[in-house]
């Protein structure tokens, strides 16, 4: 019975130390998270700073709480700051071998906030995974696609990758590629599609729009439209202008041709 009491006496002490970092690690976790929001709100609201420098900090600023946390937590069972120190010190190898991506990512992303290849809202493609860019933190970037897929892209593979920013311009270039019959006039059809353009308010005056015969293919003669707009208006202006310019083409008698296969007979 003695033994007993004394084991129950000797666990005592790590059961009360165990008990205290949970309480530790819970509100450390709720002020972390407290003090990240509030970070990100007054950053936000500071009408000359970027959105995504505001989200990059509270990240920061909660990691950076949580650490400390850890040190409490640590400091609970007997292990001093010091100790800790020593420790990692003698195996930050091993360490930096094991967290070389987490770091790679985390300089990645300061890489990011520094140079800001994009910004929270834009539409971004990142070698070849393309959304718009939703949050960026310590060691992620999250795109949200079209069809509002969530991707979480490692901030290493971000900085390493092609960016293509379609949002970073005030202004975009819209190609419209069109194939008439080579029994058609093409000067017709040029003034048919630049007509039609001029008439949409979204296209801009300046740089004039361009039309032009880029190809003579195997079945059609190809005509480029080069219209300009504002970037909000890229999409809706691509697809009605697609659709008004064959409705136009079908008023004017331009015909467009499809693809078709003939059969010939071998004689015998």
């Known amino acids: ?7 129950a006496h000797m ?3 790590l059961i009360l130390n165990a008990g205290k970092a949970l309480v530790v690690i819970i509100i450390g976790w709720m002020i972390a998270g407290a003090v990240g929001n509030m970070v990100r709100k007054r950053v936000n609201a500071t009408p000359h700073i970027d959105p995504t420098l505001g989200n990059f900090l509270a990240s920061t600023v909660k990691w950076g709480i949580l650490a400390m946390v850890l040190v409490a937590v640590l400091g609970i069972f007997g292990i001093q700051a010091t100790s800790i120190v020593a420790i990692l010190g003698a195996a930050s190898l091993a360490i930096g071998l ?3 991506g987490t770091l790679s990512d985390l300089a990645a992303g300061v890489m990011l906030v520094i140079f800001r290849p994009y910004k929270l809202g834009q539409y971004v493609d990142i070698g070849g995974t393309a959304g718009t860019v939703r949050d960026l933190n310590l060691f992620t970037t999250e795109l949200v696609t079209p069809d509002n897929v969530q991707i979480i892209m490692p901030n290493g593979k971000a900085w390493g990758s092609i960016i293509m920013n379609f949002s970073a311009h ?4 819209v190609d419209l590629v069109f194939g008439i019959d080579y029994g058609d006039d093409a000067g017709t059809a040029m003034k048919i599609i630049e007509g039609t353009a001029r008439a949409d308010a979204r296209v801009m005056s ?3 729009p361009w039309v032009r015969v880029t190809n003579l293919g195997d079945s059609s003669v190809d005509l480029t439209a080069r219209l300009w707009c504002k970037a909000g208006d890229y999409w809706e202006l691509k697809f009605e202008l697609t659709r008004k310019i064959k409705e136009a083409f ?3 008698g331009i015909s467009i041709p499809y693809p078709h296969s003939v059969e010939i007979q071998k004689k015998g």
Do not use: H, I, S, V
């Open 1 to 7: 019975m003695q033994e007993y009491m004394d084991q």
């Open 11 to 13: 666990l005592w002490p």
């Open 98 to 100: 094991a967290l070389q």
């Open 170 to 173: 005030d202004t975009r270039r």
């Open 206 to 208: 300046d740089p004039a």
């Open 250 to 252: 079908d008023a004017g």
